[in-house]
């Protein structure tokens, strides 16, 4: 007898208590006097049985559906538990029920014969039945599991395995054992996708520490833009952003040379009403360490937070003052840190008398430097390398070679083994006092015996098991003597390279002792010889040098090409130096200051028009690329060329002197934007120059470059097609220290052009009638001009006629 089922579930097997009776015999004829047997009580439905009416029925269905799932017929085993599930009134101990064992195996099957969406599918349909699978599976199963997504994962088919992931996640299933998160972060930031670094380590519970390791990680590889989306990523999870997560983005910021970001970055706590610890008031300063009037402020706004600095904060507070600077404040935090140590609230550390023992090295301050070298012994703070090297280097920097050499003897005494760069230090000491000979002394000394060390026995016994490698004699008296070895560096041999000269040759030789010692030039050595080469005026041995590391693989930068620009300029070679200078962009090196400076100062004059064009073509491009430059200098050379189409300019410097001051601070960008134009223009364009905002001495100059670059096309065989217009306009300036009007500038260029040049003008746009040349009239000196009294107000234009222009032209050809 079949059982009724819901309209829903799938047709069960009978229940365990209406088993099928066996065949039996036939039964012999019934005795009519015989009383007739009680028929068996009918079954009830399905549907009819409660949970808590018959519990058999329930153990039964999970026995069957438990074998079902270990015969991998998964997707009837849903059937079925999906049937049972309302029948039995939605009552979680069905699940208890299933064996975990089969299940266990069917899945196992499942990933191996039919693949991970197909159990990524039972996953689903069984939680949509309440029926745990992904918890219940053991651990060859989970295995199973694991191992097809770290197929996935190994196939890098990313999208897909984050997808699964987070589905088995879903489902309940122990993501942690698949793999290690950070190993497939660490994929995504080499893909640069943090997107999806995001997405995936959203899925785990500690999310906000794996996000702040991948923003590290980002970091690393100086992607600001990436990193910044992780953090936007951990400001946006629910529990708000933590100070780790701050401090190590600012950190990222110092590491990417973005101090404004992480301004930014402060700024906005600050706006969201959370107060920074101390941490990162401290990654916030370090990394402006290079702005003191910023890294003030931050400390000052500490303060009124209520956020107590610490002693890393005032270390800051001194590297900042160091690397601008500024001694004296930095003498005042020392000491302000010292009273503090006095009342126990700090206890200096070596990193802050290094910092100082800096500061006063860098001012060339030995005394100060040996103050400090006693408040550490004081304290009972030992030096370190760091230390000594910087009290070597103070001694040093003032020139005091021998004190500086008893310096490194007492390190060693003191159980702290010196460095190439300490040695370095004391042979750079020798070179920037010309001390040459000595320093190739020095060198020789150490490196054929290096430096030895007379101990007295309680010396040496403090030193014993020391990390030396020292080379121990024993004398018949019985002291010790200590023999440290000197290893030089490339960075050694350098310095004596910088100690040749001007002589190449020894240079060279430093160069093959270096080769044959193991070591490899670098750029640097062969920047000083092409150096050297210049100095001595060999422009062929610096351009070989140049070619010769390009041969050897060495990547140039912006201060090699310098040199060899430099080398270029000091043998007068500017077309060989800007050939040199176009290069140097094409490989896509930005050119820095110095390399502007170099080819500006190349000349001390121009004799044609591309020559000024090609300044000023550097000049403009110094000026787009933030670079200030000598105005001053530049305006000079452009007088010099202008003035050139006179016959003589030397009675001229007067005038120019009322305008050309090296001591304005004012910028002449109008001016050489004018200049620029003007000179860009072809001759058979319309030539109108405007000088309007320009004082007069700027507006004459203007005037005359573009009559000096009509008759360079002249006499190259271009005509004059057109008139020449110069616009003056109507209103004031004030740009120099003497207001200047259209009057003014008008009448200065109108004297230059007739009485100076001989050239016929006219005056305003609607006057036809031309201002003569007066050749009889005197010269008057440019430094007392006057507007005379029967010059009309100007109407803002003079124009020079072609014809005018023509016939000047002509005369100026033959003459020349």
């Not at 860098?362 to 100060?368: E, G, L, Q, S």
Request: charged share 25%; aromatic share 6%; with cysteine.
């Amino acid at each position: 007898m079949a059982l009724a089922m819901t309209s829903s579930s799938p047709q069960p097997p009978p229940p365990s208590h209406r088993r099928r009776r066996r065949p039996q015999p036939a039964a012999p004829t019934p005795n009519a006097n015989a009383k007739p047997k009680p028929r068996a009580k009918a079954l009830p439905l399905l549907s009819d049985v409660g949970v808590g009416r018959d519990p058999s029925a329930i153990k039964y269905y999970a026995r069957v559906a438990s074998n079902l799932a270990g015969a991998g017929r998964l997707r009837d085993f849903l059937l079925a538990a999906e049937g049972l599930r309302a029948a039995a009134g939605d009552d979680p101990s069905f699940a208890a029920r299933i064996s975990a064992r089969l299940l266990s195996r069917g899945v196992a099957a499942a990933v191996r014969d039919r693949g991970l969406p197909h159990v990524l599918e039972f996953l689903r349909d069984a939680q949509r039945v309440r029926v745990p699978a992904a918890e219940m599976l053991d651990a060859d199963a989970a295995d199973a599991v694991a191992a097809a997504c770290r197929m996935v994962l190994e196939e890098r088919r990313m999208a897909e395995f984050v997808e699964v992931v987070e589905a088995l996640a879903r489902y309940g299933f122990y993501v942690q054992g698949i793999v290690n998160p950070m190993d497939v972060l660490k994929i995504f930031v080499k893909k640069h996708d943090p997107y999806m670094a995001i997405r995936y380590a959203r899925i785990f519970p500690n999310s906000q520490l794996l996000l702040c390791n991948t923003m590290e990680a980002f970091g690393k590889r100086k992607e600001l833009k990436s990193a910044l989306t992780v953090f936007g990523a951990l400001k946006g999870q629910l529990g708000g952003i933590n100070m780790f997560a701050c401090r190590s983005v600012i950190d990222i910021c110092g590491h990417c040379g973005s101090s404004v970001q992480a301004r930014i970055i402060f700024e906005g706590l600050l706006a969201d009403k959370i107060t920074p610890n101390t941490y990162v008031f401290n990654s916030l300063m370090n990394v402006n360490a290079h702005s003191l009037s910023y890294n003030l402020s931050v400390y000052k706004h500490m303060q009124n937070l209520g956020v107590a600095p610490d002693l890393t904060s005032y270390n800051i507070l001194l590297k900042t003052c160091c690397n601008a600077r500024e001694f004296n404040l930095a003498q005042e935090i020392y000491e302000e840190m010292k009273k503090k140590e006095c009342d126990g609230l700090l206890k200096l550390d070596v990193f802050t008398y290094s910092t100082m023992m800096k500061v006063f090295a860098d001012a060339k301050m030995w005394k100060m430097a040996s103050n400090i070298k006693e408040d550490m012994q004081a304290g009972g703070v030992r030096l370190n390398l760091v230390t000594w090297s910087s009290l070597i280097n103070a001694y040093a920097n003032s020139g005091l070679v021998d004190r500086a050499i008893e310096i490194l003897e007492e390190m060693i005494r003191d159980g702290c083994q010196p460095t190439a760069p300490c040695f370095n230090i004391i042979l750079t000491a020798c070179v920037k006092s010309c001390q040459y000979d000595r320093a190739f002394r020095l060198f020789s000394s150490w490196k054929k015996s290096g430096i030895k060390i007379s101990l007295s026995p309680e010396q040496k016994r403090c030193l014993d098991g020391g990390a030396f490698t020292f080379c121990k004699e024993y004398p018949s008296n019985g002291s010790t003597t200590l023999v440290v070895p000197f290893r030089p560096t490339v960075t050694t041999y350098n310095i004596l390279m910088k100690a040749c000269g001007t002589n190449a040759e020894r240079a060279k030789s430093v160069m093959n002792e270096m080769r044959r010692n193991g070591l490899c030039p670098d750029l640097i050595s062969w920047s000083i010889l092409m150096d050297i080469h210049g100095t001595s005026q060999n422009r062929d041995g610096a351009i070989q040098a140049l070619r010769r590391m390009q041969r050897i693989g060495i990547r140039l930068n912006v201060s090699a090409y310098t040199v060899a620009i430099k080398a270029c300029v000091a043998n007068k070679d500017l077309k060989l130096a800007l050939h040199l200078f176009d290069e140097m962009k094409a490989h896509q090196l930005k050119p820095n200051l110095v390399t502007y400076k170099t080819l500006l100062i190349a000349r001390s004059n121009y004799g044609s028009l591309q020559e000024v064009q090609q300044c000023l073509a550097i000049y403009q491009e110094m000026r787009k690329a933030g670079y200030e430059a000598n105005d001053y200098y530049l305006k000079e050379l452009i007088v010099e060329w202008c003035e050139g189409v006179l016959s003589s300019g030397s009675d001229n410097r007067d005038f120019y002197n009322l305008d050309l001051q090296p001591k304005r601070k004012e910028s002449f960008n109008l001016f050489l934007e004018k200049v620029a134009t003007v000179l860009q223009k072809d001759v058979d364009q319309n030539q109108i120059v405007d000088v309007r905002g320009l004082s007069k001495v700027e507006a004459r100059i203007v005037v005359l470059s573009v009559l000096r670059k009509i008759k360079e096309q002249y006499l190259l065989g271009t005509a004059v097609q057109d008139d020449v217009v110069i616009i003056t306009g109507h209103e004031k300036t004030s740009r120099t220290e003497i207001e200047t009007s259209a009057v003014d500038v008008e009448h200065a260029i109108v004297t230059v052009l007739t009485d100076d040049l001989g050239l016929e003008v006219l005056i305003g746009p609607g006057s036809h009638l031309p201002v003569l040349p007066n050749p009889k009239a005197p010269t008057k000196s440019r430094s007392n001009l006057q507007v005379p009294t029967k010059f009309t107000r100007p109407q803002g234009v003079i124009k020079i006629p072609v014809n005018s222009l023509n016939h000047w032209l002509k005369k100026k050809a033959a003459r020349d």
